[in-house]
């Protein structure tokens, strides 16, 4: 059975930084791509970055572009997530996915709050 | 980028009833097209990737069909689980993969 177990959610104030993580289990980890989606309080879903099996592609929204850092440990069967630079408009739910081109798994999501 | 639209926003269907969702691509996106569900509180779950398939363990009563530009989610017989958020989303040319705005069904 896949699971993804997001963590490191959190309150922060604009221009902190946060680092999330998602642990995976139930399949081969180092051969999928893994991917970030957020979703803001009562709006839809935004696809944030996606990072490949062995980690050497990594792609990022243009908003967050130069801001957040996807990352994987292969050996842990975890990806990253660093959040640097937060704006308010960055607070979400943020789920880890594994990523077949669409999102075939989702993880329950950690909650990143932005704000003064 | 490719826009993602659904219509309609909000979708009113009685138990029992059929639920035709619309999802439309601002370009070809040949059959590269998902469907997810989110219930309220709960993550998105697929349901169908490849604009028809249906994800393990999705019941029959939840099909998707369409390619191009212009594809459709049809649940046929509401049941009281189905009332929830679909979202569709593109993954052909990406960066980015778009997500749609979804349609809510709701009961009638």
């Known amino acids: 059975e896949v699971q993804l177990v997001e963590a490191g959610g959190g309150f922060v104030q604009p221009g902190g930084s946060l680092r999330l993580s998602c642990v995976a289990s139930g399949f081969t980890f180092n051969i999928y791509s893994m991917s970030w989606v957020r979703q803001a309080p009562g709006k839809g879903l935004e696809w944030v970055s996606t990072?490949?099996?062995?980690?050497?592609?990594?792609y990022y929204a243009d908003s967050v572009k130069g801001r957040f850092t996807i990352s994987r440990d292969n050996s842990k069967n975890t990806v990253y997530l660093q959040l640097n630079s937060l704006r308010a408009e960055d607070t979400a739910i943020y789920y880890c996915?594994?990523?077949?081109?669409?999102?075939?798994?989702w993880g329950q999501g950690t909650l990143v709050t932005v704000s003064s | 980028e490719i826009v993602m639209t659904q219509s309609p926003a909000t979708l009113s269907v009685s138990p029992g009833e059929r639920a035709t969702l619309s999802c439309r691509a601002s370009q070809s996106i040949s059959n590269n097209l998902a469907w997810y569900q989110q219930k309220p509180g709960q993550a998105p779950r697929l349901l169908i990737s490849?604009?028809?398939t249906r994800a393990t363990a999705i019941p029959a009563r939840f099909s998707g069909s369409g390619s191009g530009t212009e594809f459709t989610l049809t649940i046929t017989s509401l049941q009281s689980e189905d009332f929830a958020v679909y979202y569709c989303?593109?993954?052909?040319?990406?960066?980015?993969?778009?997500f749609g705005q979804g349609t809510k069904v709701e009961i009638k």
């Open positions: 989303q593109h993954y052909n040319t990406w960066p980015p993969r778009t």
């Open positions: 490849g604009a028809s």
């Open positions: 990072i490949s099996g062995s980690g050497g592609n990594t």
């Open positions: 996915t594994k990523d077949s081109y669409y999102f075939h798994f």
